[in-house]
Protein backbone atom coordinates (compact mmCIF):
# COMPACT_ATOMS: atom_id res chain seq x y z
CA UNK A 1 0.00 0.00 0.00
CA UNK A 2 2.83 2.38 0.98
CA UNK A 3 4.45 1.95 -2.49
CA UNK A 4 1.27 2.21 -3.91
CA UNK A 5 0.64 5.71 -2.42
CA UNK A 6 4.23 6.82 -2.98
CA UNK A 7 4.10 6.41 -6.65
CA UNK A 8 0.60 8.54 -6.53
CA UNK A 9 2.33 10.88 -4.98
CA UNK A 10 4.98 10.91 -6.64
CA UNK A 11 2.87 11.44 -9.73
CA UNK A 12 1.13 14.75 -8.37
CA UNK A 13 4.02 16.10 -6.20
CA UNK A 14 5.93 16.01 -9.53
CA UNK A 15 2.88 18.07 -11.33
CA UNK A 16 2.36 19.87 -8.84
CA UNK A 17 6.51 20.63 -8.74
CA UNK A 18 5.88 22.06 -12.88
CA UNK A 19 3.14 23.80 -11.23
CA UNK A 20 5.09 25.39 -8.29
CA UNK A 21 7.98 26.24 -10.25
CA UNK A 22 6.04 28.05 -13.12
CA UNK A 23 3.78 29.79 -10.05
CA UNK A 24 7.47 30.87 -8.77
CA UNK A 25 8.31 32.28 -12.51
CA UNK A 26 5.06 33.99 -12.30
CA UNK A 27 5.63 35.60 -9.36
CA UNK A 28 9.59 36.56 -10.48
CA UNK A 29 7.58 38.23 -13.25
CA UNK A 30 4.78 39.93 -11.36
CA UNK A 31 7.42 41.10 -8.51
CA UNK A 32 9.64 42.63 -11.62
CA UNK A 33 7.38 44.02 -14.04
CA UNK A 34 4.56 45.78 -11.18
CA UNK A 35 6.63 45.19 -7.88
CA UNK A 36 5.28 45.94 -4.28
CA UNK A 37 2.45 48.64 -4.10
CA UNK A 38 -0.61 50.06 -4.17
CA UNK A 39 -1.32 48.82 -7.68
CA UNK A 40 0.04 45.08 -6.95
CA UNK A 41 -1.66 45.39 -3.12
CA UNK A 42 -5.30 46.03 -5.44
CA UNK A 43 -4.57 42.90 -7.78
CA UNK A 44 -3.78 40.55 -4.72
CA UNK A 45 -6.85 41.48 -2.78
CA UNK A 46 -8.72 41.49 -6.14
CA UNK A 47 -7.73 37.81 -6.81
CA UNK A 48 -7.49 36.98 -3.34
CA UNK A 49 -11.36 36.88 -3.11
CA UNK A 50 -12.81 34.56 -5.38
CA UNK A 51 -8.92 32.49 -4.59
CA UNK A 52 -10.50 31.95 -0.98
CA UNK A 53 -13.85 31.29 -1.84
CA UNK A 54 -12.01 28.51 -4.82
CA UNK A 55 -10.38 26.94 -1.63
CA UNK A 56 -13.57 27.06 0.30
CA UNK A 57 -15.81 25.29 -2.19
CA UNK A 58 -13.60 23.72 -4.78
CA UNK A 59 -10.34 22.51 -2.65
CA UNK A 60 -11.97 22.55 0.44
CA UNK A 61 -15.19 22.04 1.68
CA UNK A 62 -16.47 20.35 -1.70
CA UNK A 63 -13.43 18.00 -2.69
CA UNK A 64 -13.73 16.23 1.07
CA UNK A 65 -17.13 15.98 0.77
CA UNK A 66 -17.52 14.61 -3.00
CA UNK A 67 -14.35 12.70 -2.70
CA UNK A 68 -15.81 10.01 -0.40
CA UNK A 69 -19.39 9.99 -1.18
CA UNK A 70 -18.31 9.75 -4.91
CA UNK A 71 -15.91 6.56 -3.84
CA UNK A 72 -18.99 4.71 -1.90
CA UNK A 73 -21.33 5.42 -4.85
CA UNK A 74 -18.87 3.73 -7.53
CA UNK A 75 -17.55 0.96 -4.80
CA UNK A 76 -21.06 -0.26 -3.93
CA UNK A 77 -22.97 0.65 -7.02
CA UNK A 78 -23.28 1.29 -10.52
CA UNK A 79 -21.77 3.03 -13.36
CA UNK A 80 -24.96 4.43 -14.16
CA UNK A 81 -25.16 5.51 -10.84
CA UNK A 82 -21.94 7.15 -10.73
CA UNK A 83 -22.80 9.27 -14.14
CA UNK A 84 -26.22 10.24 -12.26
CA UNK A 85 -24.14 11.56 -9.41
CA UNK A 86 -22.12 13.57 -11.35
CA UNK A 87 -24.52 15.21 -13.25
CA UNK A 88 -26.66 16.06 -9.97
CA UNK A 89 -23.70 17.43 -8.68
CA UNK A 90 -22.66 19.64 -11.78
CA UNK A 91 -26.20 20.76 -12.10
CA UNK A 92 -26.33 22.07 -8.49
CA UNK A 93 -22.73 23.37 -8.19
CA UNK A 94 -22.80 25.45 -11.13
CA UNK A 95 -26.17 27.05 -10.57
CA UNK A 96 -25.52 27.72 -6.57
CA UNK A 97 -22.02 29.43 -7.84
CA UNK A 98 -23.21 31.26 -10.95
CA UNK A 99 -25.90 32.69 -8.71
CA UNK A 100 -23.10 33.84 -5.74
CA UNK A 101 -20.93 35.47 -9.29
CA UNK A 102 -24.17 37.62 -10.24
CA UNK A 103 -24.12 38.51 -6.84
CA UNK A 104 -20.83 39.20 -6.41
CA UNK A 105 -20.70 41.23 -9.74
CA UNK A 106 -23.20 43.53 -8.04
CA UNK A 107 -21.48 44.10 -5.13
CA UNK A 108 -18.16 44.40 -5.66
CA UNK A 109 -17.80 47.43 -3.67
CA UNK A 110 -19.28 46.01 -0.77
CA UNK A 111 -16.84 42.81 -0.76
CA UNK A 112 -13.73 44.89 -1.53
CA UNK A 113 -15.04 46.90 1.53
CA UNK A 114 -14.90 43.85 3.30
CA UNK A 115 -12.34 41.95 2.73
CA UNK A 116 -9.50 45.39 2.68
CA UNK A 117 -11.51 47.90 4.70
CA UNK A 118 -8.28 49.98 4.86
CA UNK A 119 -8.47 50.76 1.35
CA UNK A 120 -11.62 53.11 1.53
CA UNK A 121 -8.86 55.51 2.65
CA UNK A 122 -7.10 55.64 -0.98
CA UNK A 123 -10.26 55.88 -3.15
CA UNK A 124 -7.39 55.10 -6.55
CA UNK A 125 -6.63 51.51 -4.87
CA UNK A 126 -10.47 50.45 -3.39
CA UNK A 127 -11.45 51.84 -7.07
CA UNK A 128 -9.07 49.71 -8.93
CA UNK A 129 -9.63 46.98 -6.58
CA UNK A 130 -13.12 46.99 -7.53
CA UNK A 131 -13.16 46.61 -10.71
CA UNK A 132 -10.55 44.08 -11.26
CA UNK A 133 -12.66 41.96 -8.89
CA UNK A 134 -15.61 42.13 -10.99
CA UNK A 135 -13.17 40.53 -13.65
CA UNK A 136 -11.57 37.88 -11.50
CA UNK A 137 -14.84 36.89 -9.49
CA UNK A 138 -16.32 34.42 -12.78
CA UNK A 139 -13.05 32.32 -12.47
CA UNK A 140 -14.86 31.05 -9.02
CA UNK A 141 -17.65 29.41 -10.73
CA UNK A 142 -14.79 27.57 -13.82
CA UNK A 143 -12.57 26.67 -10.92
CA UNK A 144 -15.55 25.34 -9.01
CA UNK A 145 -16.16 23.26 -12.26
CA UNK A 146 -12.72 22.28 -12.49
CA UNK A 147 -12.39 21.02 -9.00
CA UNK A 148 -15.40 18.69 -9.83
CA UNK A 149 -13.75 17.12 -12.54
CA UNK A 150 -10.43 16.96 -10.96
CA UNK A 151 -12.22 15.20 -7.90
CA UNK A 152 -13.99 12.03 -10.12
CA UNK A 153 -10.51 12.04 -12.05
CA UNK A 154 -8.70 11.33 -8.79
CA UNK A 155 -11.10 9.25 -7.30
CA UNK A 156 -10.62 7.24 -10.76
CA UNK A 157 -6.85 7.29 -10.20
CA UNK A 158 -5.92 9.36 -12.62
CA UNK A 159 -4.04 12.23 -10.67
CA UNK A 160 -1.46 13.46 -13.26
CA UNK A 161 -4.00 15.82 -14.97
CA UNK A 162 -5.76 17.38 -11.85
CA UNK A 163 -2.22 18.13 -10.72
CA UNK A 164 -1.02 19.78 -13.96
CA UNK A 165 -3.87 21.50 -14.42
CA UNK A 166 -3.27 24.63 -12.20
CA UNK A 167 -0.54 25.04 -14.51
CA UNK A 168 -2.16 26.88 -16.76
CA UNK A 169 -3.05 29.85 -13.98
CA UNK A 170 0.50 30.24 -14.25
CA UNK A 171 0.98 30.34 -17.91
CA UNK A 172 -1.72 32.60 -18.55
CA UNK A 173 -0.63 35.09 -15.54
CA UNK A 174 2.50 35.23 -17.05
CA UNK A 175 1.55 35.68 -20.69
CA UNK A 176 -0.58 38.76 -19.27
CA UNK A 177 2.68 40.06 -17.16
CA UNK A 178 4.99 40.24 -19.59
CA UNK A 179 2.86 40.82 -23.36
CA UNK A 180 -0.66 41.35 -22.11
CA UNK A 181 -0.55 44.11 -19.90
CA UNK A 182 1.02 46.84 -22.40
CA UNK A 183 -2.38 46.78 -24.10
CA UNK A 184 -4.08 47.76 -20.86
CA UNK A 185 -4.33 50.72 -18.82
CA UNK A 186 -3.51 50.81 -15.80
CA UNK A 187 -1.23 48.02 -17.19
CA UNK A 188 -1.95 45.71 -13.57
CA UNK A 189 -5.52 45.06 -15.07
CA UNK A 190 -4.13 42.39 -17.48
CA UNK A 191 -3.94 40.61 -14.33
CA UNK A 192 -7.65 40.62 -13.65
CA UNK A 193 -8.09 38.92 -17.35
CA UNK A 194 -5.58 36.19 -17.10
CA UNK A 195 -7.19 34.57 -13.80
CA UNK A 196 -10.21 35.13 -16.50
CA UNK A 197 -8.46 33.20 -18.94
CA UNK A 198 -6.65 30.62 -16.99
CA UNK A 199 -10.29 29.31 -15.04
CA UNK A 200 -11.57 28.49 -19.30
CA UNK A 201 -8.78 26.77 -19.64
CA UNK A 202 -8.32 25.15 -17.08
CA UNK A 203 -11.76 23.80 -17.38
CA UNK A 204 -11.63 22.78 -20.87
CA UNK A 205 -8.21 21.40 -20.27
CA UNK A 206 -9.97 18.43 -17.84
CA UNK A 207 -13.07 17.96 -19.67
CA UNK A 208 -11.54 15.77 -22.52
CA UNK A 209 -10.13 13.47 -19.68
CA UNK A 210 -13.67 12.77 -18.23
CA UNK A 211 -15.12 11.64 -21.56
CA UNK A 212 -12.74 8.83 -21.91
CA UNK A 213 -14.16 7.90 -18.19
CA UNK A 214 -17.50 7.80 -19.72
CA UNK A 215 -18.43 10.99 -17.31
CA UNK A 216 -19.04 13.80 -19.27
CA UNK A 217 -22.39 14.55 -18.50
CA UNK A 218 -24.77 16.98 -18.57
CA UNK A 219 -25.51 19.26 -16.04
CA UNK A 220 -28.92 18.39 -13.90
CA UNK A 221 -30.44 19.94 -11.17
CA UNK A 222 -30.36 17.18 -8.90
CA UNK A 223 -31.21 19.48 -5.66
CA UNK A 224 -33.62 15.88 -4.61
CA UNK A 225 -30.56 13.69 -5.15
CA UNK A 226 -29.94 11.53 -1.99
CA UNK A 227 -26.64 11.65 -2.52
CA UNK A 228 -26.28 15.37 -3.24
CA UNK A 229 -28.00 16.27 -0.14
CA UNK A 230 -25.63 14.29 1.66
CA UNK A 231 -22.79 16.06 -0.32
CA UNK A 232 -24.36 19.62 0.77
CA UNK A 233 -24.42 17.86 4.55
CA UNK A 234 -21.14 17.19 4.90
CA UNK A 235 -20.04 20.27 2.87
CA UNK A 236 -21.84 23.18 5.24
CA UNK A 237 -19.47 22.45 8.56
CA UNK A 238 -16.41 21.27 5.92
CA UNK A 239 -16.61 24.50 4.38
CA UNK A 240 -14.90 25.95 7.52
CA UNK A 241 -13.34 23.51 8.53
CA UNK A 242 -11.18 22.56 5.71
CA UNK A 243 -10.51 26.34 5.08
CA UNK A 244 -9.34 27.55 8.79
CA UNK A 245 -5.50 28.35 7.55
CA UNK A 246 -7.26 29.98 4.21
CA UNK A 247 -9.65 32.24 6.98
CA UNK A 248 -6.67 33.31 8.46
CA UNK A 249 -5.02 34.41 5.84
CA UNK A 250 -7.62 36.37 4.67
CA UNK A 251 -7.94 37.73 8.10
CA UNK A 252 -4.38 38.84 7.54
CA UNK A 253 -5.42 40.74 4.50
CA UNK A 254 -7.82 42.52 6.13
CA UNK A 255 -5.76 43.83 8.61
CA UNK A 256 -2.37 43.99 5.73
CA UNK A 257 -4.92 46.63 4.03
CA UNK A 258 -4.49 49.00 7.38
CA UNK A 259 -0.64 48.56 7.06
CA UNK A 260 2.15 50.75 4.89
CA UNK A 261 1.79 49.99 1.37
CA UNK A 262 3.61 47.11 0.19
CA UNK A 263 2.52 45.08 3.42
CA UNK A 264 -0.33 42.50 1.45
CA UNK A 265 2.61 42.06 -1.52
CA UNK A 266 5.00 41.41 1.44
CA UNK A 267 2.72 38.82 2.68
CA UNK A 268 1.20 37.46 -0.48
CA UNK A 269 5.53 36.88 -1.94
CA UNK A 270 6.57 34.91 1.45
CA UNK A 271 3.02 33.17 1.43
CA UNK A 272 3.93 31.93 -2.42
CA UNK A 273 7.21 30.83 -1.31
CA UNK A 274 5.62 28.82 1.99
CA UNK A 275 2.94 27.13 -0.44
CA UNK A 276 5.72 25.89 -2.48
CA UNK A 277 6.43 22.80 -0.12
CA UNK A 278 3.39 23.00 1.01
CA UNK A 279 1.88 22.30 -2.41
CA UNK A 280 4.16 19.95 -3.86
CA UNK A 281 3.96 17.57 -0.34
CA UNK A 282 1.32 18.55 1.53
CA UNK A 283 -1.34 18.71 -1.34
CA UNK A 284 0.24 15.43 -2.94
CA UNK A 285 -0.49 13.54 0.33
CA UNK A 286 -3.34 14.94 1.21
CA UNK A 287 -5.15 14.31 -2.71
CA UNK A 288 -3.81 11.26 -2.28
CA UNK A 289 -4.72 9.79 0.33
CA UNK A 290 -8.12 11.18 0.90
CA UNK A 291 -9.41 8.51 -2.10
CA UNK A 292 -7.53 5.28 0.06
CA UNK A 293 -9.11 6.67 3.36
CA UNK A 294 -12.09 6.65 1.73
CA UNK A 295 -11.94 3.22 0.19
CA UNK A 296 -10.34 1.76 3.57
CA UNK A 297 -13.88 3.58 5.33
CA UNK A 298 -16.28 1.93 2.43
CA UNK A 299 -14.87 -1.43 2.85
CA UNK A 300 -14.84 -1.11 7.26
CA UNK A 301 -11.34 -1.51 7.34
CA UNK A 302 -10.14 0.17 10.73
CA UNK A 303 -6.66 -1.03 10.77
CA UNK A 304 -5.83 -0.75 7.07
CA UNK A 305 -7.10 2.84 7.96
CA UNK A 306 -4.70 3.64 9.74
CA UNK A 307 -1.74 2.68 8.05
CA UNK A 308 -2.01 4.87 5.76
CA UNK A 309 -2.15 7.96 7.99
CA UNK A 310 0.59 6.41 9.50
CA UNK A 311 2.95 6.31 6.54
CA UNK A 312 1.65 10.09 5.47
CA UNK A 313 2.78 11.02 9.25
CA UNK A 314 6.26 9.64 8.79
CA UNK A 315 6.65 11.46 5.50
CA UNK A 316 5.45 14.92 6.60
CA UNK A 317 8.36 14.57 9.07
CA UNK A 318 10.95 13.27 7.29
CA UNK A 319 10.36 16.30 4.41
CA UNK A 320 8.65 18.76 6.21
CA UNK A 321 11.51 19.43 9.22
CA UNK A 322 13.82 19.79 6.18
CA UNK A 323 11.53 22.45 4.15
CA UNK A 324 11.03 24.11 7.42
CA UNK A 325 14.44 24.61 8.77
CA UNK A 326 15.60 25.20 5.36
CA UNK A 327 13.21 28.07 4.44
CA UNK A 328 14.03 29.92 7.81
CA UNK A 329 17.64 29.79 7.22
CA UNK A 330 17.70 31.03 3.08
CA UNK A 331 14.62 33.16 3.90
CA UNK A 332 16.74 36.08 3.00
CA UNK A 333 18.76 35.16 0.11
CA UNK A 334 16.39 33.57 -1.72
CA UNK A 335 14.03 36.57 -1.92
CA UNK A 336 16.74 38.61 -2.90
CA UNK A 337 18.12 36.16 -5.83
CA UNK A 338 14.40 35.00 -6.87
CA UNK A 339 12.43 39.26 -7.02
CA UNK A 340 15.39 41.35 -6.51
CA UNK A 341 15.33 43.08 -9.71
CA UNK A 342 13.17 45.89 -11.29
CA UNK A 343 10.93 47.42 -8.86
CA UNK A 344 10.97 44.81 -5.96
CA UNK A 345 14.34 46.38 -4.20
CA UNK A 346 16.22 46.00 -1.15
CA UNK A 347 13.44 47.37 1.51
CA UNK A 348 11.01 45.16 -0.17
CA UNK A 349 13.26 42.01 0.18
CA UNK A 350 14.10 42.55 4.03
CA UNK A 351 9.80 42.89 4.50
CA UNK A 352 9.08 39.73 2.79
CA UNK A 353 11.98 37.79 4.63
CA UNK A 354 10.24 38.35 7.93
CA UNK A 355 7.36 36.99 7.04
CA UNK A 356 8.49 34.43 5.26
CA UNK A 357 10.03 33.09 8.11
CA UNK A 358 7.40 33.72 10.01
CA UNK A 359 5.23 31.67 7.42
CA UNK A 360 8.10 28.99 7.90
CA UNK A 361 7.20 28.35 11.75
CA UNK A 362 4.06 26.98 10.96
CA UNK A 363 4.36 24.87 7.55
CA UNK A 364 4.44 21.65 9.59
CA UNK A 365 0.92 22.55 10.89
CA UNK A 366 0.23 23.79 7.65
CA UNK A 367 1.24 20.39 5.80
CA UNK A 368 -0.32 18.07 8.74
CA UNK A 369 -3.43 19.50 8.57
CA UNK A 370 -3.74 18.69 4.72
CA UNK A 371 -2.84 15.15 5.72
CA UNK A 372 -5.00 14.74 9.10
CA UNK A 373 -8.29 16.16 8.21
CA UNK A 374 -8.96 13.94 5.56
CA UNK A 375 -8.65 11.09 8.13
CA UNK A 376 -12.21 12.68 9.46
CA UNK A 377 -13.44 13.33 5.95
CA UNK A 378 -12.60 9.87 4.69
CA UNK A 379 -15.50 8.62 7.56
CA UNK A 380 -17.66 11.41 6.90
CA UNK A 381 -17.05 13.19 9.66
CA UNK A 382 -16.90 17.23 9.12
CA UNK A 383 -18.40 18.13 12.83
CA UNK A 384 -14.90 17.45 14.60
CA UNK A 385 -12.43 19.82 12.38
CA UNK A 386 -15.04 22.65 12.23
CA UNK A 387 -14.80 22.68 16.09
CA UNK A 388 -11.09 22.42 16.19
CA UNK A 389 -11.13 25.27 13.37
CA UNK A 390 -13.19 27.60 15.67
CA UNK A 391 -10.48 27.10 18.08
CA UNK A 392 -7.69 27.69 15.85
CA UNK A 393 -9.02 30.68 13.86
CA UNK A 394 -9.95 32.33 17.37
CA UNK A 395 -5.90 31.74 18.61
CA UNK A 396 -5.03 33.74 15.28
CA UNK A 397 -7.15 36.33 15.97
CA UNK A 398 -5.98 36.91 19.43
CA UNK A 399 -2.52 36.36 18.05
CA UNK A 400 -2.77 38.84 15.55
CA UNK A 401 -3.73 41.42 18.11
CA UNK A 402 -1.21 40.39 20.28
CA UNK A 403 1.35 40.61 17.85
CA UNK A 404 0.12 43.11 15.36
CA UNK A 405 -0.87 46.38 17.44
CA UNK A 406 2.06 46.62 19.51
CA UNK A 407 4.12 46.62 16.98
CA UNK A 408 2.58 48.84 14.28
CA UNK A 409 1.56 51.60 17.73
CA UNK A 410 5.48 51.15 18.64
CA UNK A 411 6.12 51.99 14.47
CA UNK A 412 8.03 48.84 13.92
CA UNK A 413 9.23 47.90 11.32
CA UNK A 414 7.49 44.72 10.01
CA UNK A 415 4.34 44.49 11.39
CA UNK A 416 2.75 42.59 9.34
CA UNK A 417 5.39 39.66 10.19
CA UNK A 418 3.68 39.57 13.32
CA UNK A 419 0.12 38.42 11.24
CA UNK A 420 2.52 35.81 9.69
CA UNK A 421 3.59 34.50 12.83
CA UNK A 422 -0.05 34.41 14.38
CA UNK A 423 -1.16 32.28 11.22
CA UNK A 424 1.43 29.62 12.15
CA UNK A 425 0.53 29.08 15.16
CA UNK A 426 -2.68 28.80 14.41
CA UNK A 427 -2.21 26.36 12.02
CA UNK A 428 0.59 24.32 14.11
CA UNK A 429 -2.89 24.68 17.02
CA UNK A 430 -5.16 23.38 14.29
CA UNK A 431 -3.05 20.48 13.81
CA UNK A 432 -2.19 19.43 17.35
CA UNK A 433 -5.91 19.46 18.14
CA UNK A 434 -6.58 16.92 14.87
CA UNK A 435 -4.06 14.46 15.91
CA UNK A 436 -5.05 14.85 19.33
CA UNK A 437 -8.78 14.07 18.17
CA UNK A 438 -7.58 10.78 16.14
CA UNK A 439 -6.11 9.11 18.62
CA UNK A 440 -8.62 9.74 21.13
CA UNK A 441 -11.45 8.20 18.97
CA UNK A 442 -9.11 5.01 18.24
CA UNK A 443 -8.62 6.01 14.35
CA UNK A 444 -4.88 6.15 14.46
CA UNK A 445 -2.64 3.88 15.86
CA UNK A 446 1.03 4.82 15.56
CA UNK A 447 3.50 2.41 14.55
CA UNK A 448 6.54 1.52 16.78
CA UNK A 449 9.73 3.27 16.39
CA UNK A 450 8.18 7.26 16.59
CA UNK A 451 10.22 8.71 18.93
CA UNK A 452 13.92 7.32 17.94
CA UNK A 453 12.65 8.83 14.46
CA UNK A 454 12.18 12.17 15.44
CA UNK A 455 15.03 12.71 17.16
CA UNK A 456 17.36 11.78 13.88
CA UNK A 457 15.06 13.72 11.88
CA UNK A 458 16.23 16.62 14.62
CA UNK A 459 19.12 16.06 14.83
CA UNK A 460 19.61 16.21 11.10
CA UNK A 461 18.11 19.32 10.83
CA UNK A 462 20.15 20.86 12.84
CA UNK A 463 23.11 19.63 11.00
CA UNK A 464 21.70 20.84 8.05
CA UNK A 465 20.97 24.33 9.51
CA UNK A 466 24.35 24.87 10.61
CA UNK A 467 25.72 24.49 7.52
CA UNK A 468 23.17 26.54 5.62
CA UNK A 469 24.32 29.53 8.16
CA UNK A 470 28.17 28.81 7.71
CA UNK A 471 27.80 28.54 3.95
CA UNK A 472 24.84 31.49 3.55
CA UNK A 473 26.82 34.73 5.17
CA UNK A 474 24.56 37.82 5.90
CA UNK A 475 21.83 39.32 3.89
CA UNK A 476 24.05 42.50 3.02
CA UNK A 477 26.91 40.26 1.17
CA UNK A 478 23.66 38.95 -1.10
CA UNK A 479 22.47 42.58 -2.08
CA UNK A 480 26.27 43.54 -2.85
CA UNK A 481 26.15 40.38 -5.47
CA UNK A 482 25.29 39.96 -9.31
CA UNK A 483 21.75 38.81 -9.71
CA UNK A 484 23.45 35.67 -12.11
CA UNK A 485 26.02 35.70 -8.40
CA UNK A 486 22.91 34.60 -6.18
CA UNK A 487 20.84 32.63 -7.84
CA UNK A 488 24.59 30.77 -8.43
CA UNK A 489 25.21 30.42 -4.88
CA UNK A 490 21.61 29.48 -4.42
CA UNK A 491 21.94 26.59 -6.57
CA UNK A 492 24.47 25.09 -4.60
CA UNK A 493 23.66 25.77 -1.21
CA UNK A 494 20.16 24.72 -1.31
CA UNK A 495 21.09 21.08 -2.79
CA UNK A 496 23.93 21.32 -0.96
CA UNK A 497 21.83 21.74 2.58
CA UNK A 498 19.76 18.35 1.41
CA UNK A 499 22.53 16.60 0.78
CA UNK A 500 23.88 17.44 4.23
CA UNK A 501 20.24 16.38 5.86
CA UNK A 502 19.69 13.05 4.41
CA UNK A 503 23.21 12.01 4.98
CA UNK A 504 23.00 12.61 8.62
CA UNK A 505 19.63 11.22 8.27
CA UNK A 506 21.37 7.72 7.13
CA UNK A 507 24.70 8.06 9.35
CA UNK A 508 22.38 7.29 12.24
CA UNK A 509 20.34 4.83 10.81
CA UNK A 510 17.54 5.87 8.86
CA UNK A 511 16.90 4.88 5.35
CA UNK A 512 14.28 7.40 3.69
CA UNK A 513 13.73 4.94 0.49
CA UNK A 514 12.78 2.31 2.71
CA UNK A 515 10.36 4.58 4.51
CA UNK A 516 8.74 6.19 1.34
CA UNK A 517 7.94 2.67 -0.04
CA UNK A 518 7.21 0.61 3.19
CA UNK A 519 6.52 3.65 6.21
CA UNK A 520 9.48 2.64 8.53
Known sequence: MSAKLLKSTATVGGMTLLSRIL?????????????????????????????????????????QAFVPILTEV??????????????????????????????????????????????????????????????????????????????????????????????????????????????????????????????????????????????LTWPRWGWHDPDVKRIMK?????????????????????????????????LYYSDRLVQFPLGVFGVALSTVILPSLSQKHAEADPE?????LDWALRVVALVGAAATVGLIMVAGPLLSALFEHGRFDQHDVRMSALSLMAFSVGLPGFILVKVLAPGFYARQDTKTPVRIGVYAMVTNMLLNLLFVVPMALAGWQGPHAGLALATSLAACLNAGLLFRA??????????????????????????????????????????????????ARLLLWIPLGGVVYFAVLMAVGVKPRRLLLHGK
Open 74 to 215: KTRRSPDAVRLLVGDVSGVLGTTLLLVTLVALLGASGLVALFAPGFLADPHKFALTREMLRVTFPYLLLIALTALSGGILNTYGRFAVPAFTPVWLNVCLIAAAWWGSRFFEPHITALAWGVLLAGVVQLAFQLPFLARLGL
Open 438 to 487: LRRDGVYQAQPGWGRFLAQVALAAAVMAAVLWWGLGDLDSWFAMHRLERL
Open 23 to 63: GLLRDIVLANVFGAGAGTDAFFVAFKIPNFLRRLFAEGSFS
Open 304 to 308: AFSRP
Open 234 to 266: LMMPAIFGSSVTQINLLLDTIIASFLVSGSVSW
